[in-house]
């Protein structure tokens, strides 16, 4: 059942939403995601949900934000039952940095003012390392947040300008260190591959700079050129190329090897950690298909099989939680297909492995086939990625579902 929401109706999709969170199990893990729309400029290749001040004008601003983000949270409380306690919550974006240490602890208090945190919480906050400082980082870490994410993306700074990224090369690697000296254990830097122009040097000196850092957690994503994205109109016309698929395949080779070598491990297709404790758990809740509320300006949730996701424009959502309703802007309720295939396309990109007790039995055979093949092995439970398999993993999924 899908109700899609046109201006200006968001009660419509209320009622799936309410009846999702009246009966909730509360064995399921709970965690919220929180997403901050501003951006200090726009990255050529993103195509998240952000703005700019000069996009937004005088329409929006981080109080009024705010102000509808604790309404959402206070929506969430109420309409969740039994009570939840959260396991995670991530706070992403946009550039959550740019609300300072003060704003996000009123964001991290906000939360608290509606949710019992669960003793052993995650907490993680994405940053960029331009808008953080060793203050910045201590304050978070009294605040309660426990992990950083640093968007890197690379150590060249060719590499950086093609992706308008506007940090300097060697700030992520301090910025890490100063949040490890603040006490922080958990640390994540995020790195691009794949961008027109970068060389397997480029990526060896960013992984060199990595690997100095002292983080116990690497993000690996392969560049995607998204429509109506400046890099996308750049390619158009001919002014760089397209990223090259063999390449990208050469670049996780190195990656992988890098990072393996330096002791770190996979535990999803583009995710390492230095042991089980670095592992993220809040995306890890998203792979195994857990509960999560969305909050903020297009953000997206999913509850007691039910997904929906939020109007995107911050001064819209601003105004629809204002006027008392719900800001969702379109919902679904998964049927027990569609959730089978969810848990497919997840589970197979975690080293834990595609369950075997959830296939059926041509797609047990499908899945066997692959093994045949050198792209799946059989662990005791599971099938899970050879390296071979992992530059395959979007291919090997089709093949176990639909042969």
Not at 187 to 211: F, K, Q
Not at 232 to 255: F, H, K, N, S, T
Request: proline share 4%; with cysteine; glycine share 8%.
């Amino acid at each position: 059942m899908k109700v899609d929401i046109e201006t200006p109706a968001p009660e419509l999709a209320a009622g799936l939403i309410s009846r999702a969170c009246a009966d909730v199990d509360p064995e399921v893990p709970f965690g919220l995601y929180l997403h901050v729309p501003f951006c200090a400029t726009r990255c050529g290749y993103c195509d998240f949900n952000t703005y700019t001040a000069g996009e937004l004008g005088s329409s929006s601003s981080p109080e009024s934000w705010q102000e509808a983000v604790a309404a959402e949270l206070e929506s969430a409380a109420r309409l969740l039952q039994p009570a939840r306690k959260v396991s995670t919550i991530f706070v992403g974006g946009g550039t959550p940095s740019l609300l300072g240490a003060a704003g996000l602890t009123r964001l991290l208090d906000a939360v608290r003012a509606e949710f019992d945190l669960a003793d052993d919480a995650e907490v993680t906050t994405e940053s960029n390392p331009e808008s953080t400082s060793p203050e910045f980082f201590a304050d978070l870490h009294e605040a309660g947040y426990t992990r950083i994410s640093l968007g890197m993306q690379s150590a060249a700074q060719h590499v950086l300008r093609v992706l308008d990224r506007v940090h300097t090369p060697g700030r992520a690697v301090a910025a890490a260190r100063e949040a490890r000296e603040a006490g922080f254990e958990h640390v994540n830097l995020d790195l691009i591959y794949g961008t027109p122009g970068e060389t397997d040097a480029d990526l060896h000196a960013s992984l060199d700079a990595v690997l100095s850092a002292g983080v116990d957690h690497v993000s690996a994503y392969a560049l995607i050129v998204e429509d109506g994205t400046a890099l996308a109109r750049r390619i158009r016309r001919g002014e760089m190329p397209a990223p090259d698929d063999d390449v990208l395949a050469d670049r996780y080779q190195i990656l992988d090897d890098r990072l393996s070598a330096d002791g770190f491990g996979w535990y999803e297709v583009s995710n390492w950690a230095r042991d089980e404790a670095a592992a993220c758990r809040h995306n890890l809740a998203y792979w195994h298909s857990h509960d999560w509320w969305g909050i903020g300006p297009g953000a997206h949730s999913h509850v007691n099989g039910v997904r929906w996701w939020n109007v995107k424009h911050p001064a819209r959502y601003a105004k629809t939680l204002a006027e008392g309703a719900l800001p969702a802007a379109s919902a679904e309720e998964l049927g027990a297909e569609d959730r089978h295939v969810e848990a497919v396309m997840l589970t197979t990109r975690c080293r834990t492995g595609l369950p075997m007790g959830i296939l059926d039995d041509a797609e047990r055979a499908n899945a066997e086939k692959l093994c045949a093949d050198g792209l799946l092995e059989r662990a005791e439970t599971a099938y899970v990625l050879t390296d071979a398999g992992r530059l395959l993993a979007d291919g090997v999924i089709r093949r176990v579902l639909w042969g």
